[in-house]
């Protein structure tokens, strides 16, 4: 059976996107059978998947709404090696009717326990908000992966995310944990960045995941390609802190499983 992520952090441009693209592609690389769920209107992880959001016929909207089946929605991309549930501008509407809908924060996970068995991993790249795309993500999730850029900023807003984290484990989801803090767009020379990521340590020990993901061009560049950076430039450092993360996941994943 997989393991559900939420790639979140209400905090826009900290690298979520680009974090859901390439884990995704680094769990393909090692072999797992990966979904990506773009949980975002604005269907960037879509794209940067080599997925046409403009040309779908089927997307998560309609998952959500009750309009299809989970299955039907899901594309294989061949240009990323994993498979996708789309998303497009539509996505907004869902937002809007799931207010209406019983189990409204349930509507993810019940969608994914159809295709549950069919995959290693589900990646879930959430929008930039704690709104109720985000709490279904949570919803869905074992756990929740937090990129951030380690600035002055940084830590803003991320207690209202552990909050709600903490509220969704004693209610719709005792099963959510912090699966790890993940260090974006690194820059060693910056010793604000050093400061920061101090203190992330500090507070959050072995929750802060041992790869960091430097600053590179290649992860910015290879979306505009419709691929993510292990297919745009194998070699690139951006591709091989992915594919390090990816290690580090499934390493944690199990020896899990083996003290569970
Ligand atoms: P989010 O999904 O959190 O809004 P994105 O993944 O879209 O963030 O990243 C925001 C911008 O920063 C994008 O233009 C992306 O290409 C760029 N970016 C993300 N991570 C890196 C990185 N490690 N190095 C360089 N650019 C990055
Ligand atoms: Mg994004």
Do not use: W
């Not at 960037?44 to 309609?62: F, P, R």
């Amino acid at each position: 059976m997989s393991k559900i992520l939420a790639i979140t952090n209400q905090k826009g441009g900290v690298g979520k996107t680009t974090t859901a693209v390439n884990l995704s592609a680094s769990l393909a690389a090692t072999k797992k059978r990966a979904l990506l769920v773009d949980m975002d209107p604005q269907g960037n992880a879509t794209m940067g998947a080599g997925v046409d959001k403009h040309e779908l016929e089927l997307s998560l909207y309609d998952v959500l709404t009750g309009g299809c089946r989970t299955a039907a929605a899901i594309v294989h991309s061949e240009a990323a090696g994993f498979d996708v549930l789309p998303a497009n501008a539509d996505l907004t509407a869902a937002e809007v009717e799931l207010m209406d809908m019983s189990r409204r924060e349930s509507r993810l996970r019940e969608a994914l326990a159809e295709v549950r068995p069919d995959y290693d991993f589900i990646i879930i790249d959430c929008p930039p908000s704690l709104n109720m795309l985000t709490l279904n993500a949570l919803v869905a999730a074992h756990g929740a992966v937090i990129p951030m850029q380690c600035e002055y900023y940084a830590l803003e807003g991320l207690s209202a995310l552990l909050q709600t984290i903490e509220s969704l484990k004693a209610s719709a989801n005792p099963n959510l944990e912090i699966e790890g803090l993940l260090r974006t767009m690194y820059d060693p020379r910056n010793s604000l960045t050093v400061d920061v990521s101090n203190q992330l340590i500090e507070h959050f020990g072995d929750r802060v995941y041992d790869t960091v993901i430097p600053r590179n061009v290649r992860l910015a560049e290879a979306p505009s390609h419709g691929v993510p950076a292990l297919v745009y430039d194998k070699s690139s450092r951006g591709a091989v802190a992915y594919l390090a993360l990816a290690g580090e996941l499934s390493r944690r994943a199990k020896q899990a499983a083996e003290t569970a």
